[in-house]
T-cell receptor
Framework: ETGVTQSPTHLIKTRGQQVTLRCSSQ?????VSWYQQALGQGPQFIFQ???????GRGNFPPRFSGLQFPNYSSELNVNALELDDSALYLC???????????FGPGTRLTVT | GDSVTQMEGPVTLSEEAFLTINCTYT??????LFWYVQYPGEGLQLLLK?????DKGSNKGFEATYRKETTSFHLEKGSVQVSDSAVYFC??????????????FGKGTKLTVNP
């Protein structure tokens, strides 16, 4: 069984740029959620995707967007990067209807 | 909205000491409750869960009991090891419209165990 993988591991961007982060779900899982974890804080829910559609969203602006593909992998896109977007971005996969989510190792984004 | 409050750290213990990390929650329904662990430089790992009142979740010597009357889910371990050093997060599941299931986390408690 393959776990959740994310790429890249680390990323440095400049304020105003755009970034795309990638996630591959654990095999057998059909739902993907994205979380933002600022330094010293707990993860905050960004959104969830199921059947290639956004299926729930946290308190994040529209410049945070996502995609889910037919193989259940997913992307998180952030436009017009701000310094406060610097964080660890975590992807979690799950089976629809289950409350258990399994996390990837995360992508550390630094915005300068 | 739903929220989780957990004991702030850091917590420093000697090996074989008893561990308690307090967690309380606020929720409108009856969420499942979780403890996740994050080792340095890694993502979150599910440590244990409980789905209803009086359920006890357990794994690797860690235990937590879902207490509806006190809205608590405290994490305990009888004898900690150096390898337990990590950040521990309490979380609840929040089911939204359309069936989405998000996790609401506490701020985390950093545990350091010294030999």
């Amino acid at each position: 069984e393959t776990g959740v993988t994310q790429s890249p591991t680390h990323l440095i961007k400049t304020r105003g740029q755009q970034v795309t982060l990638r996630c591959s779900s654990q095999s057998g899982h059909n739902t993907v959620s994205w979380y933002q974890q600022a330094l010293g804080q707990g993860p905050q829910f960004i959104f969830q995707y199921y059947r290639e559609e956004e299926n729930g969203r946290g308190n994040f602006p529209p410049r945070f967007s996502g995609l889910q593909f037919p193989n259940y992998s997913s992307e998180l896109n952030v436009n017009a990067l701000e310094l406060d977007d610097s964080a660890l971005y975590l992807c979690a996969s799950s089976l629809r209807g289950s409350d258990e989510q399994y996390f990837g190792p995360g992508t550390r984004l630094t915005v300068t | 909205g739903d929220s989780v409050t957990q004991m702030e750290g850091p917590v420093t213990l000697s090996e074989e000491a008893f561990l308690t990390i307090n967690c309380t929650y606020t929720a409108t329904g009856y969420p499942s409750l979780f403890w996740y662990v994050q080792y340095p430089g890694e993502g979150l790992q599910l440590l244990l869960k409980a789905t209803k009142a009086d359920d006890k979740g357990s794994n690797k010597g860690f235990e937590a009991t879902y207490r509806k009357e006190t809205t608590s889910f405290h994490l305990e371990k009888g004898s900690v090891q150096v390898s337990d050093s990590a950040v521990y997060f309490c979380a609840l599941s929040d089911r939204g419209r359309g069936g989405s299931e998000k996790l609401v986390f506490g701020k985390g408690t950093k545990l350091t165990v010294n030999p």
